[in-house]
Nanobody
Framework: QVQLVESGGGLVQAGGSLRLSCLAS????????????SGWYRQAPGKRRELVAT???????NYADSVKGRFTISRDNGKNALYLEMNNLKPEDTAVYYC?????????????WGQGTQVTVSS
């Protein structure tokens, strides 16, 4: 069973920093499988879930315009871990942050989500 577990959320003042972590377990890592992409998404109350940052299997990163220059996504393949370093946080960054993995096993693609971690930025 695949599990993605996020951690690192919390309450921080505007201008502060947080580092989110996502640990994945249960993903097949054989030659028949691959992680197509990993990423962080967020959902604020009353709003749709939106992309924050992604990293492809080839290590290409992509960021939402609102976080460029402030957030950095990284991964540690050996630890099956994904990170999001968030600096200069703003109140509008307040949301539940979700880890996402798109995984390929032979010809089957699956999307996996974590349970989310709350980030609250006070002004």
């Amino acid at each position: 069973q695949v599990q993605l577990v996020e951690s690192g959320g919390g309450l921080v003042q505007a201008g502060g920093s947080l580092r989110l972590s996502c640990l994945a377990s249960g993903l097949d890592s054989s030659a028949a499988s691959a992680i197509l992409s990993s990423g962080w998404y967020r959902q604020a109350p009353g709003k749709r879930r939106e992309l924050v940052a992604t990293v492809s299997g080839g290590a290409t990163t992509n960021y939402a315009d609102s976080v460029k220059g402030r957030f950095t996504i990284s991964r540690d393949n050996g630890k099956n871990a994904l990170y999001l370093e968030m600096n200069n946080l703003k109140p509008e960054d307040t949301a539940v942050y979700y880890c996402h993995v798109r995984h390929l096993y032979y010809t089957l693609t699956n999307d996996y989500w974590g349970q989310g971690t709350q980030v609250t930025v006070s002004s």
